[in-house]
């Protein structure tokens, strides 16, 4: 069935006008992904196409970009797990499957509208930092960017999907 994309849906209940868009993206990226990955074989996760990154790496690193612009959104800084996390994005885990990255990101998308849900105007427009070395943003920075930067690792996603689906 052909449904409306997430952002011709009207509101998302009880989330701030200001962040209607970036949870649009964000739920319309986790539907896509669901269906993009059904029955992607686990064994195809950690290939290379092109000397471009692989699936698994991006599954990865949108759960853990995520993760990280929350904390900062957060005004924290990121813990040693989230330092170790992102040294091993890109270092293949035969040990866990397509299901349980998608999954785990799907979580994370829930996390974050919550987190929007909570989130007044006056917060969006405060003062954060990023990083070592402090660069300036605000939280609705972080927040628009988690957005369009997962909608970017979705579309390189995307294309590594469709060529290896292709090949095998």
Partial sequence: MNTPEAWLNGPIPNIPFMLQPAAHALLQLDKELKECLVDFPNSLLWQNVAGRASVGFHLNHLYGVADRLITYAQGSALSEDQFDFLKNEKTPNTSISTE?????????????????????????????????KKLPTTVMGLYFHIA???????????VTVSVLKERN
């Fill in 148 to 158: 369009e930067h997962s909608q970017r690792h979705f579309g390189q996603l995307l």
């Fill in 100 to 132: 349980y990255l998608v999954n785990r990101f799907s979580e994370k998308i829930q996390d974050l509208l919550h987190i929007f849900s909570k989130t007044g105007e006056d917060e969006l427009r405060q003062n954060r930092t990023v990083g070592r």
